[in-house]
C-alpha cells in the first residue's frame, strides 16, 4: 500500500531557528515521485519541490532544503533560519509510476514566532 | 496567468439542499481533481477525472457527484445526502497520465462550505 507519514503534528519555533518536518514514506513500487506542498493560512496548497525516486541528490533552495534518503524511506525539509512567514501546514505527498493519483501525508504545522 | 479558479470562495447550505462547486483551470491540463480538508486534517480525495467525460470515485465520493464535460471544468456537487458536509474543498489539476509523471498537481484557492 502506499502510504506517507508525518509525525509531527504541530511545531513551534522562535525565528532565526532551523527547523526539519520529517516526511516517511511506504511503497512498493521503486519508481515513484515525493513532493512538498505549503498551505499558509489563506488555503492554497503551494508546489515547493519534487523528487524522483532514482534521484537521491539533495536539494538547496536559499532557506530551504530536503533530505531524500531511500534507505530509510524519508524525504525530510530543513527550513534554515526560519520567518514568520514559513508559518503555514506543510504537506509531503507521494505518487507511484503506474498510479493515478497522489497520496497526502497529514500535514504538519508549522508556527513560527517573532 | 495560468491557473486554477475556484467559486465561490465560501458557500452555505441548507439542509436537504444541493450545492454545486466550480472548478476552471485554463492550464490545458488532462488531469483533474477534488480534495476536502477538515479542520486540522490532511486532505481525502473526493473524485478525479484523468480526461474529459470520464471520472472515478475516490476515498469519500459518497454523498457528492461530478462532471467532466470540458477539459476546463470540473463542477462539484454537494448533495443532500453528504449528512456532514462542512469542509474546506480544493480542486487540483495536472497534466494527465501520460509521461512525465513528476509533475505535481496545481491547487485553486478552495472553497470553504458550511451548514447553515
Known amino acids: 500500500a502506499q502510504k506517507v507519514t508525518q509525525a509531527q503534528t504541530e511545531i513551534s519555533v522562535v525565528e532565526k531557528e532551523d527547523v526539519t518536518l520529517d516526511c516517511v514514506y511506504e511503497t512498493r513500487d521503486t519508481t515513484y515521485y515525493l513532493f512538498w506542498y505549503k498551505q499558509p493560512p489563506s488555503g492554497e496548497l503551494v508546489f515547493l519541490i519534487r523528487?524522483?525516486?532514482?534521484?537521491?541528490q539533495n536539494e538547496i533552495s536559499g532557506r530551504y532544503s530536503w533530505n531524500f534518503q531511500k534507505s530509510t524511506s524519508s524525504f525530510n525539509f530543513t527550513i534554515t533560519a526560519s520567518q514568520v512567514v514559513d508559518s503555514a501546514v506543510y504537506f509531503c505527498?507521494?505518487?507511484?509510476?503506474?498510479?493515478?493519483?497522489?497520496?497526502f501525508g497529514p500535514g504538519t504545522r508549522l508556527s513560527v514566532l517573532p | 496567468d495560468g491557473g486554477i479558479t475556484q467559486s465561490p470562495k465560501y458557500l452555505f447550505r441548507k439542509e436537504g439542499q444541493n450545492v454545486t462547486l466550480s472548478c476552471e483551470q485554463n492550464l490545458n491540463h488532462d488531469a483533474m481533481y477534488w480534495y476536502r480538508q477538515d479542520p486540522g486534517q490532511g486532505l481525502r480525495l473526493i473524485y478525479y477525472?484523468?480526461?474529459?467525460?470520464?471520472?472515478q470515485k475516490g476515498d469519500i465520493a459518497e454523498g457528492y457527484s461530478v462532471s467532466r464535460e470540458k477539459k476546463e471544468s470540473f463542477p462539484l456537487t454537494v448533495t443532500s445526502a453528504q449528512k456532514n458536509p462542512t469542509a474546506f474543498y480544493l480542486c487540483?489539476?495536472?497534466?494527465?497520465?501520460?509521461?512525465?509523471?513528476?509533475?505535481?498537481?496545481?491547487f485553486g484557492d478552495g472553497t470553504r462550505l458550511s451548514i447553515l
Open positions: 523528487r524522483n525516486s532514482f534521484d537521491e
Open positions: 487540483a489539476s495536472s497534466i494527465g497520465t501520460g509521461v512525465p509523471r513528476d509533475q505535481p498537481q496545481h
Open positions: 505527498a507521494l505518487r507511484w509510476d503506474y498510479g493515478q493519483n497522489f497520496v
Open positions: 477525472s484523468q480526461i474529459v467525460n470520464d471520472f
